[in-house]
Each structure stands twice: as structure tokens, then as C-alpha cells.
């Protein structure tokens, strides 16, 4: 990733518990993802173009929640 730590935070949404995934959006050009409930275990990097596509069709309501 970077020599910077990444930032990690979960959405002001999250409220089950702890059972969300956490992003760190400080690192150029990607964007990690982890599970909050496993902080020192693996994260995913997703390029950041990717990421903002991703987020778009989720507030677009573009996925079937079924």
C-alpha cells in the first residue's frame, strides 16, 4: 500500500454491533477494505476508480437486496 498507516473507519450507518467491513480512504490511488471484526487480519485493495463505481451503484440502489 503506502508507507502512511492507513486511516481506517467504519460508515456513520454502522450500527450492528461491530459487524461491518472498514475502509481506509488515505492511501493514493486504492482503497483497502477489512472486516472490523478482524482489524490485524487481511484487508482488500480495490483501485479507487473501481471503489467510487461501486458506491455509486450502491447509493443508485442498483443492486437487488432479494
Given at each position: 500500500?503506502?508507507?502512511?498507516?492507513?486511516?481506517?473507519?467504519?460508515?456513520?450507518?454502522?450500527?450492528?454491533?461491530?459487524?461491518?467491513?472498514?475502509?481506509?480512504?488515505?492511501?493514493?490511488?486504492?482503497?483497502?477494505?477489512?472486516?472490523?471484526?478482524?482489524?490485524?487480519?487481511p484487508?482488500?485493495?480495490?483501485?479507487?476508480?473501481?471503489?467510487?463505481?461501486?458506491?455509486?451503484?450502491?447509493?443508485?440502489?442498483?443492486?437487488?437486496?432479494?
Amino acid at each position: 500500500m503506502t508507507t502512511d498507516s492507513p486511516r481506517w473507519f467504519k460508515s456513520s450507518y454502522s450500527s450492528n454491533g461491530g459487524n461491518c467491513v472498514e475502509v481506509a480512504a488515505n492511501v493514493p490511488g486504492i482503497v483497502p477494505v477489512r472486516d472490523s471484526k478482524d482489524p490485524h487480519g487481511p484487508a482488500l485493495a480495490f483501485p479507487a476508480a473501481s471503489w467510487r463505481s461501486f458506491v455509486a451503484e450502491v447509493k443508485g440502489n442498483s443492486f437487488d437486496a432479494a
